[in-house]
């Protein structure tokens, strides 16, 4: 009994002892699953935040490529900032994502035009310190998302591009887009409805978000979130979204915009599989011990059913590596852009069907094929030193590809190197830009075809006004010389009002031929000021003597309130003097029987100096004000009709204004009067 019972004991020890191993091997097989199955969630999730960040960078760059195009526009040449509004709008019809294009000035912050239209008072933008480093670098900036602005009360993100003219950034652009481009990019993925995207600008608010974005966008990421996102440019940790619910985050911070790509995942779905993995191991160790304790009988059994059960482990760990290898290759036939990895010496390893399409080979031609071999723009000593440059920093960056038929063709590419298993590869993304470049280059003909037609109108002009003008001095001088009698008294009192009126025709014509030429060198550019210490009391005063007797014949009162202290101003005195003359006849004019015109001017708060004309006249409506200020626009009015006048002296003022560096604003209310307040700036006014 004694030796059975030690027979016993012994066969539980060789059960226990043949059983240990492989309990242990068990154990390490599923920790070996526990382990690949993380890594599998994160690298999921990694290349999912990956894509979603190319796409992000992608459409920002996008985004602000169309505005360094747009601060090209020829509008801004001359600081024609109803020009550049009417622009801009035609782009953000072309561009619903934009919810409006601004200019803001560099040096006072201040909103001075807009597509939706200048505010006014003029606000000052949101983000000076993003001004100051547009200002600093010359370069276009991606300032981030907010909750709302102060014109446009929505979720948005801010492009800031500078305007440059001779060397100098003149105005700051600034293009608001609606938080939905980013939004957008995230619906495109299909991703999970329980997962979580989040865009993350680099002041780490929310600038787009794949669940509940008009909640959160503009709103700081969570302060877990935000502290790895400090700490490093990718990982992985657990953590909560912003409703609470426990997830497991990766992030990717882009070397290109600074910002960073999380993706949550419910932490059930990641702990799920292991609790039950882990679950699964404890128990079936716990049965095999009890088994070989008490049933050593049953120790061939026990072994098979490890074995089987370690089988269908190893099976199930292989499913999911295969599920793994299936979805990625899903991502790389269903990539729109040309997605491709090089390895560092610029041999293709893998590649996606756009980006075979792209260049004409088939998946089976892929062996072998290197960089050189579609790289149509730089030459084969080169390309040792931009792979190198490549693995070291992200870049965007556009060059020609050659097709397998040798064809020619334009792409952006965008690329950044990866380590991968202690190996370096470049991971590239390239996309056909053909159609792009066609529509720049017809962008530029159509610009020098306008150019060639302005200077063309410019030469017709100048040569018909010419030629007009001789023959009518003959008819201005033989009429003088009629009606003072140099050929002898008028027969007749109807022949001298004949002559009278010849001679009134002929120098009306004769003042519409100069505004013409006068309008058409602006235009040109070939005017040329002849500047002076002017006091602008002495022009007002003279001009107002020029126009009283139009004013008293139209029953008007002519007011000055120029004060004598005045300061001198820096400026053309005949040009000048043909602002005020062109300001206080279209006064007059436009002024009833009764009405009273004044003219004053100061030197305002900010230091510049103000001419403003103010009269009780029929006034304008917006419509009204924008047909005056266009060629020939003339507004429709008995009152105005029954007065000579050509619409050429309000553009004509406004131009000579802007010569002078100034600005002419119209401020007017139909039946109330019309205020035009001509500003010169302060570096033209002299010392007294």
């Known amino acids: 009994m004694a030796r059975e019972q030690r027979q016993w004991f012994a066969l539980a020890w060789l059960v226990v002892a043949a059983i240990a191993p492989i309990v242990a091997f068990s154990a390490g097989v599923a920790w070996v699953l526990l382990d690949r199955q993380k890594t599998a969630v994160e690298e999921e999730l990694s290349a999912t935040s990956r894509a979603l960040l190319v796409a992000v960078d992608r459409e920002l760059a996008s985004e602000l490529a169309v505005m360094e195009v747009i601060a090209t526009d020829q509008s801004l040449d001359n600081d024609d900032l109803a020009g550049f509004g009417e622009r801009a709008r035609r782009v953000m019809a072309k561009h619903p994502s934009w919810l409006d294009v601004v200019l803001v000035d560099p040096h006072s912050y201040l909103i001075v035009a807009g597509a939706l239209g200048r505010p006014a008072p003029a606000p000052t933008t949101s983000s000076p310190p993003s001004i100051d480093k547009v200002m600093a670098t010359g370069k276009p900036v991606i300032v981030g998302a907010f909750a709302k602005g102060k014109i446009i009360e929505r979720p948005m993100i801010l492009l800031m591009a500078p305007v440059i003219r001779n060397g100098e950034i003149r105005y700051v652009m600034t293009v608001v887009l609606n938080q939905i481009v980013i939004s957008s990019i995230f619906a495109e993925q299909n991703l999970p409805p329980n997962w979580t995207a989040s865009a993350i600008d680099s002041d780490l608010r929310i ?100 074995r089987r059960a370690y089988e269908e482990a190893q099976e199930k760990g292989a499913r999911q590596l295969a599920h793994e290898a299936d979805r990625y290759q899903f991502l790389l036939k269903t990539a729109s852009d040309g997605i491709h990895v090089l390895d560092d010496q610029g041999n293709l390893i893998e590649a996606s069907d756009s980006f075979l399409r792209m260049l004409g080979y088939a998946r089976g031609q892929i062996s072998g094929l290197n960089v050189r071999d579609w790289d149509a723009l730089h030459p084969p000593e080169e390309f040792a030193a931009r792979l190198a440059d490549h693995l070291a920093r992200s870049s965007i960056f556009e060059t020609k590809h050659r097709r397998a038929d040798g064809s020619i063709f334009d792409v952006e590419v965008l690329c950044h190197g990866v380590k991968l298993d202690g190996r370096d590869y470049i991971y590239g993304s390239s996309r056909d830009i053909t159609e792009r470049k066609m529509a720049e280059k017809s962008i530029v003909q159509s610009k020098e075809q306008a150019e060639m037609a302005s200077r063309s109108k410019t030469e017709i002009l100048a040569n018909m006004s010419h030629e007009l003008r001789t023959p009518l001095n003959a008819v201005i001088g033989y009429s003088e010389a009629l009606l003072t009698g140099m050929f002898g008294k008028a027969p007749t009192s109807k022949f001298e009002e004949y002559i009278n009126d010849i001679h009134g025709a002929g120098q009306h014509l004769l003042r519409i031929i100069n505004d013409i030429l006068d309008v058409s060198a602006i235009d040109a550019g070939k005017i040329e000021l002849y500047e002076e210490s002017v006091s602008v009391g002495d022009i007002v005063e003279t001009s107002i003597r020029l126009i009283a007797p139009r004013a008293e014949k139209a029953q008007v009162v002519l007011s000055d309130e120029v004060p004598q202290d005045l300061p001198p101003l820096r400026a053309d005195a005949r040009r000048l003097k043909q602002i005020v003359l062109n300001l206080l006849s279209n006064a007059v004019k436009f002024t009833p029987m009764g009405g009273a015109v004044k003219i004053s001017a100061r030197v305002a708060r900010a230091g510049e100096m103000e001419i403003v004309v103010a009269d009780t006249g029929i006034g304008m409506d917006q419509a009204g004000i924008a047909k005056a200020l266009s060629m020939f626009g003339q507004v429709e009015s008995g009152l105005a009709r029954s007065q000579e006048g050509s619409g050429l002296g309000l553009p004509l003022t406004k131009g000579l204004v802007e010569l002078h560096g100034g600005t002419l604003d119209i401020a007017s209310e139909k039946g109330t009067g019309t205020t035009v307040t001509v500003a010169f700036p302060a570096l033209r006014i002299e010392a007294a």
């Open 207 to 306: 600038a787009g978000r794949s669940r509940n974005p008009e909640q959160y966008v503009g709103r700081p990421a969570t302060p877990l979130l935000s502290q790895r996102i400090a700490a490093a440019e990718t990982g992985m940790f657990q953590g909560r979204t912003q409703e609470g619910d426990r997830v497991y985050t990766v992030f990717s911070r882009s070397p290109l915009t600074g910002w960073t790509m999380a993706m949550g995942i419910p932490a059930d779905e990641v702990e799920g599989p292991i609790r039950r993995t882990v679950t699964g191991v404890v128990a079936a160790g716990t049965a095999l011990v009890a088994l070989a304790l008490v049933l050593a009988g049953f120790f061939a059994r026990v072994i098979i059913a490890r």
